[in-house]
């Protein structure tokens, strides 16, 4: 065997290995998509004028994402922020337009503030955060309510691997973004095993702080937990991942308690 | 001798077995930096306020950078625009803070227009340009000037390979940001070879608009030539260039002709 025919058959079996087996994939229905999108004047800079509801995503000074480099934001104590999803046989994911999310509600995030169930999670390109004004290609959220509709998401900041490793559930979960390639499509995964989402965060204590939700109506009161180190992807999924999610990641915004950066630009 | 070792070896050839010698590497001296950023008050945003010149970068209505699917652009017929850079013994390669630029004055541009002159090259991570609202992760942007001083740009997307497979010319200059890892720092680079990009224009007739410079002051009347294929960057190469680029990237601009959009927002 030729060296390249190794290196081409080492490298899909890096890159796939760990995809354990989905259900036959297709749309399967119609998903609600949303009103807003990520340029022009239904993108981020024009998100409160799409709706009234969205008077935050101008007027906000706790909005979100933020560069994670202020004094605002503290590393949590190691294990106080656990995430714990068990596996799953199946579940939901859908194409809103504005990107991709996997509905999902059987799994808990404990923090020092309250415990959360989990209610879907979703990736923004290139990501929202950044630390020390370093993006990352991808960001996933985990996002969480508790019983009085309070909500929490863990951030997770994805790097691309020089190796061909990979996160398998990502990988698992891309490997489905033909059968939801147009907006509002639908389709059932097979199983998702969340094992190094939970181990990765019991190993990687997040950064925290209180923001607001990325996308419209940008409500404020949202608890933070950004992992303080990336997970994996490689190259594959993401060019797979991202000709789907395209370019759905909101400006960094202005420091916490600082003037909103559109009352500024207008000043 | 063990897959797993021949595939890192082979990763590791492939990645790097492009890149030309290049001088010992280590900052040589200061070069000048500027006063604008990529976030807060220093950010696309407010980058009116930094400087009355920069006026065009918030009034402006043929701004750059935009998405590539409305009808004023346009594809340049094939070998209309074309670039020739002839090797290069060795050029400077600069960190301004806000990017990394390599100035090189020794090549040209021709296009029905007019012809330019080469007067540097630099890059920005994610891409400015989108293309049907796809980004890539990285643009490169060679930057022309003709005998009155007008502007020529043109954008290379840039996509990471799944095979390791690269650029050559980008995989030298990234081998070297180690030595210009400061803002401020240059270096002098080995000899660099534009073989590539040239011929990749001939092969990729670009789209062509009349747009601005994508940093302040914004001036507009700016030539833009983007290439309508990308060019491939390795992983490896992709990450040491972000890490010093982390994210200089303006948000899209309104459509052409059509109000700016920080003006849009403020109504």
């Known amino acids: 065997?030729?060296?390249?025919?190794?290196?081409?058959?080492?490298?899909?079996?890096?890159?796939?290995?760990?995809?354990?087996?989905?259900?036959?994939?297709?749309?399967?229905?119609?998903?609600?998509?949303?009103?807003?999108?990520?340029?022009?004047?239904?993108?981020?800079?024009?998100?409160?004028?799409?709706?009234?509801?969205?008077?935050?995503?101008?007027?906000?000074?706790?909005?979100?994402?933020?560069?994670?480099?202020?004094n605002s934001v503290t590393i949590a104590p190691r294990g106080s922020v656990r995430i714990n999803i068990p596996k799953a046989s199946t579940a939901k994911l859908e194409?809103?337009?504005?990107?991709?999310?996997?509905?999902?509600?059987?799994?808990?995030?404990?923090?020092?503030?309250?415990?959360?169930?989990?209610?879907?999670?979703?990736?923004?390109t290139p990501s929202e955060h950044r630390i020390s004004a370093q993006h990352s290609p991808m960001e996933a959220h985990f996002v969480f309510k508790d019983a009085a509709s309070r909500i929490a998401v863990v951030g997770f900041l994805i790097e691309l691997s020089e190796t061909g490793s990979s996160t398998c559930l990502f990988d698992s979960i891309f490997s489905l973004t033909d059968a939801v390639y147009h907006p509002g499509e639908y389709v059932h995964t097979g199983p998702l095993d969340f094992t190094e989402v939970n181990h990765h965060?019991?190993?990687?204590?997040?950064?925290?702080?209180?923001g607001s939700l990325t996308t419209p109506p940008c409500t404020?009161?949202?608890?933070?937990?950004?992992?303080?180190?990336?997970?994996?992807?490689s190259v594959r999924s993401y060019n797979k991942a991202k000709r789907l999610l395209k370019f759905n990641a909101r400006y960094i915004q202005n420091t916490l308690g600082a003037e909103n950066l559109l009352q500024v630009a207008e000043d």
């Open 95 to 124: 194409n809103l337009g504005s990107g991709l999310e996997v509905v999902l509600t059987n799994g808990s995030l404990t923090t020092p503030n309250g415990n959360y169930q989990l209610a879907q999670f979703h990736w923004h």
């Open 220 to 233: 404020e009161g949202v608890s933070w937990y950004v992992s303080s180190e990336p997970m994996l992807l």
């Open 1 to 70: 065997m030729k060296l390249a025919t190794v290196l081409s058959l080492a490298v899909a079996v890096s890159a796939y290995c760990c995809v354990p087996p989905v259900k036959p994939a297709g749309p399967e229905g119609h998903a609600h998509t949303f009103n807003f999108d990520y340029e022009g004047e239904t993108g981020p800079l024009n998100w409160h004028h799409i709706d009234r509801d969205n008077s935050q995503c101008a007027h906000g000074k706790h909005q979100s994402p933020i560069d994670i480099s202020s």
């Open 201 to 210: 965060l019991d190993l990687n204590p997040p950064y925290q702080y209180s």
